[in-house]
């Protein structure tokens, strides 16, 4: 057994006497994946992995902690891609996992909510909502592994947001622990309490550096009743925006999806894929994945689908498309949607650009970003896909099939990266939309945030963990 050193001693001696021993982790082996991000781009190292089992045991971990002056890292899925979830190389901090704090403690189908631990995975807080006949309409693809605290802490968004908004929009009540080890709790699952500051919101997106999110208290929805889905190709992005005025002006709040994928996209995710056929028949350079749903019958919402594409066919907006016919077709349609991410990360080098742009910009900004990077990098596949609906279009150059992952991101991940979030928020967007900050965005903050904005985070963050220890290096830049 490798010896362990006197200060990690002490703390794993510590963390055991709150959690078990068999809620710790220490070494290498036992480590490497709490240390190690979801791209196997950041790789940090721990004193200590602490797995707890309560809101108390994560507040004593953070009490012995702040007494020792011992940084944290809170993490729940670890499915960031901004290096947001993993501690540095100094191998001081204790990281602290929260997926055994995994129940589900209430579903209220009166109220219309779901009471939950932070470590419960999206995709069981969805399964326990159905159950009940409920609908938590949050929808990544890192569903199956990704956790509510997590989702909280980057104030997630995903292929709903046109209709339901993001987390932000879909929790009314937190629970989380600060850097001291005191517990804030507002579970109370209401929708009106106009007592002061909504302090719950301090800590969505706050990626754990003013707090430990333990719990929280979630919308839930009708189940639709109905849902029709197609497949459209399009002129372009600028086609593709008429075509969601159109869907809107046709179905009204049924457009709960509008996705905007292009063709090298398509391409890599049939690729990875392997045994799954292009819906469409002809190859197209733009294609909308649509989803309406609605509580009415099946068949007036497939006829309201069928409107919307035979008036986007009469104004020159469509050029072809697939209509689901079953169930089948659905998931496969969002099969391909979903596992663009996943093909990007297997092919390796992708220049991940997550930004937002008005609605009314995103085609001149995909027009303007293409021509500049292609200018740089001739080669480059152009995998460019994201939310429609709702201006958040992941902007991700891929490197030319000739050429090295490792030598694309080193040539090229500063300069493309610069250009693409430079031209978003010159059209008023944001260098992140959905993915957060982490390590990844956090020095570009300098440059789209103002001195009064990134002193008013620092103010906040000082005001709740005075000494740094919550997190640190994480989401602010220096100061």
């Known amino acids: 057994m490798q010896a362990v050193p006197k200060t990690q001693e002490s703390t794993l001696r510590a963390m055991e006497a709150i959690v078990g021993a068999n809620a710790c982790r220490t070494g290498e082996a036992d480590t490497q994946a709490y240390v190690t991000d979801y791209r196997g781009i950041y790789r940090g190292q721990a004193q200590v992995v602490v797995l707890p089992s309560s809101t108390e045991q994560v507040s004593q971990v953070l009490q012995w902690c702040h007494a020792n002056r011992v940084p944290v890292v809170p993490q729940g899925g670890n499915t960031s891609l901004m290096g947001g979830a993993v501690p540095d190389d100094s191998g001081t901090a204790v990281v602290v996992n929260l997926s055994r704090m995994n129940r589900v403690l209430e579903v209220d189908t009166i109220n219309d909510t779901m009471t939950v631990q932070a470590g419960v995975t999206l995709s069981a807080a969805r399964g326990a909502a159905e159950a009940e006949g409920r609908l938590f309409p949050l929808r990544i693809g890192s569903e199956g592994s990704c956790q509510i605290g997590g989702n909280l802490s980057t104030n997630a ?54 707090g430990i999110i333990t719990g929280a208290v979630l919308k839930l929805m009708p189940q639709p009743r109905s849902t029709a889905v197609a497949l459209v190709a399009v002129k372009g992005p600028a086609a593709a925006v008429a075509l969601l005025g159109e869907a809107k002006r046709l179905s009204g709040q049924a457009v709960s999806a509008f996705e905007l994928i292009s063709r090298p996209a398509l391409e890599l995710v049939l690729e990875y894929l392997g045994n799954v056929a292009a819906p469409l028949q002809d190859r197209h350079d733009w294609m909308v994945l649509v989803e309406l749903t609605s509580g009415t019958d099946a068949e007036s919402l497939n006829a309201t689908l069928m409107e919307i594409l035979e008036s986007g066919f009469g104004q020159g907006l469509v050029l072809d498309a697939a209509v689901a016919a079953s169930l089948s077709d659905v998931q496969t349609f969002w099969r391909i949607r979903e596992e663009i991410s996943d093909a990007q990360t297997r ?128 989401v602010l830049p220096a100061p």
């Not at 009540?173 to 517990?183: F, H, K, S």
């Not at 740089?376 to 958040?392: F, Q, T």
């Open 157 to 210: 968004g995903g292929t709903a947001v046109l209709r339901y908004g993001n987390m932000r929009d879909l929790v009314l009540g937190i629970e989380a622990v600060l850097p001291d080890g005191r517990i804030f709790s507002s579970l109370r699952g209401l929708r009106k309490d106009n007592t002061g500051y909504d302090l719950k919101q301090l800590f969505i997106g706050a990626e754990g550096t003013l």
């Open 347 to 474: 092919t390796g080098g992708s220049i991940k650009c997550d930004v937002s742009v008005p609605l009314s910009r995103i085609a001149a900004f995909v027009e303007e970003a293409s021509a500049g990077v292609l200018a740089l990098v001739p080669d480059a596949r152009m995998v460019i896909y994201g939310h429609m609906g709702d201006g958040n279009v992941h902007f991700n150059p891929l490197r030319p099939r000739d050429q090295a992952a490792k030598d694309f991101l080193a040539q090229w991940y500063e300069p493309v990266s610069t250009l693409v979030d430079g031209l978003a928020y010159a059209g008023n967007g944001s260098v992140s939309a959905e993915h957060g900050i982490g390590v990844a965005k956090r020095d570009d903050l300098v440059r789209y945030k103002s001195q009064v904005e990134l002193e008013l985070m620092w103010q906040v963050k000082r005001a709740l963990d005075p000494m740094n220890l919550l997190n640190p290096g994480k």
